[in-house]
Every structure is written in C-alpha cells, then in structure tokens.
C-alpha cells in the first residue's frame, strides 16, 4: 500500500505541472508557443519538460495544440454520433465495459432519496490521483463520491458531502477509501481496476443521464444534444448540462466525455484542463496509471 501511494503522490506531483502546461498552451495555442516557452511556464528546462508531458499525455506538446484546435472535436464528435447511437440502441458501453471495469451501478430509492441517506455511514478521504488530489467517498453500499480537490478545502469537502447526504454519518478513513484508490489506480501490472459499485442519488432524470454517460466508450466524445436525443428529451440539452455538472462519481462516470457542440469542448466541473488531460489519455490509448 506504501508503494501504491508514493506512486500516486508523484503522479498527482507530475499532474500539477501538466495542468500549467495544458492551461499555458491552452490560452496561448493561438500564437503556437515554442517548447522552450512553454517549459518555461512550469519552470523545468525544456528536455524534462518534453519528456514529463510526452510521458503523462502520451504526445509531445506539439502534438497537443493540435488536440486542443476546435477541429479535434469536430471530428471527434463526427466519428463518435454513429457509435454512441449504436451502442445506446444496443444498450451496449463499446465492450460492456467502462475503462475495462466491471462498473455496477445501485441507485438509492425513493424513501432513501428522500430521507437523505439516514441510517448510511460515509467514509471519506483525500488521495493524490494522477489527475490530481481527489476525494473519495465510500459506503458499505458501494463508492458515493469521487471529485477532484481543485482549490477546494478539507471543510469544503465535509459541506458538500454533507449536502448530498444530509442525514449520513461522515468519518474521515483515509486507510478505508486507499483500499479503493489502489483498485482506481494500480500500479502498473498490478492487474485490471475494479470491480466497482456506484451507489448513487439523484432525480430520476440525472440518473438517465448518467446511466448514458457510462455507455460512451473511452475515445469517444459526445454532446448533450446527442443525449437528450437519446433520452427522448429532444429540447433538454440545456438540463442535460445541468445533470452532466452535478455527476458525483468523476472520472468513473465518464461526464469529460460530454462536449458543448462541434463549436469547442465546453466546461467542466473540475476544471477545463483536466477535461482536456483525460481526452488526451484516452486519445492516445495509454493506461494513465503508466503514464
């Protein structure tokens, strides 16, 4: 267990100079920044630079202005409509699988939903990732919560877990919630990831939205236009953004997947960078625990 954090420490070390370098390229790509300035950005010299990011991201910082051109997403988006439609139509996620894990998903019910999870125990805590500090919440019922710490604080963290699940009992048990970080991300050759139960809260529209979400296969982007089709919801891209944004299971339930429109990649929760980084990966195909 050592081993696997001190692993995850130094990718979410490795993760903090990648976001610099993604926001750098990102609000400069227009003037196609050269490596030594973008290197300069994150403060290494230009060979560890090129070395770190092509190793994270799995292509050289050239490479990745391209990736971020509105272009990529019009194609993307272009070659993956006629997938997503086939596999929502077939009920099928690409393989059946979401990042090769076994994903069961148990929504609370009525009752529950309203009395706010009473009776339930949330253990929570903190955890470098390779996309950064993360905080993961567990119940015997199944992981509850995975969001990324961004700016946040410890406090923050116990506010909005206790909003989702007001009449919980939270304790903070880091030894409990590592047991699932190594399952999220193991060590390289350590095995397949998973298997994994989402329990999950939501009104009976963010739970369609989320249940299509882990139907789009790692690769492939999709808009909340193409959703709400899906959903016979024709007109509700609009709250399909809202229920996009209020995924409380990242990463697992793939909403940096969900585009705006052929016009750019839209936003997201935990910051645009990381949207982006994730695409990246899984452009390249890499397992992000190698890179």
Sequence with gaps: MQDTAHHLSSASRDYERIEVAIRYLEENFQLQPNLDEVAAATGLSPHHFHRLFSRWVGTTPKRFLQFLTVEYAKDRLRESNSVMEAAWDAGLSGGGRLHDLMVTV???TPGEFKQGGTDLVVRWGVHPSPFGECVLGVTDRGLC???????????EIQEELTRRWPGAELQEDRDETATYMEKLFPEPGAGPRGPFTLLIKG???QLQVWQALLQIPPGYLTS?????????????????????GWNPISY????????QSVAGLGGYRWGLPRKQAMLAWEATGLSVVEA
């Design 203 to 205: 009104t009976n529209f």
């Design 224 to 244: 909340y236009g193409a959703i709400a089709k899906h959903l016979d919801r024709p007109g509700a891209s609009r709250a399909v953004g809202q229920a996009v």
């Design 252 to 259: 697992l339930i793939p909403c940096h997947r969900v585009i």
């Design 145 to 155: 919560a995975l969001e990324f710490l961004a700016e946040r604080s410890s406090e």
């Design 106 to 108: 148990e929504a609370v």
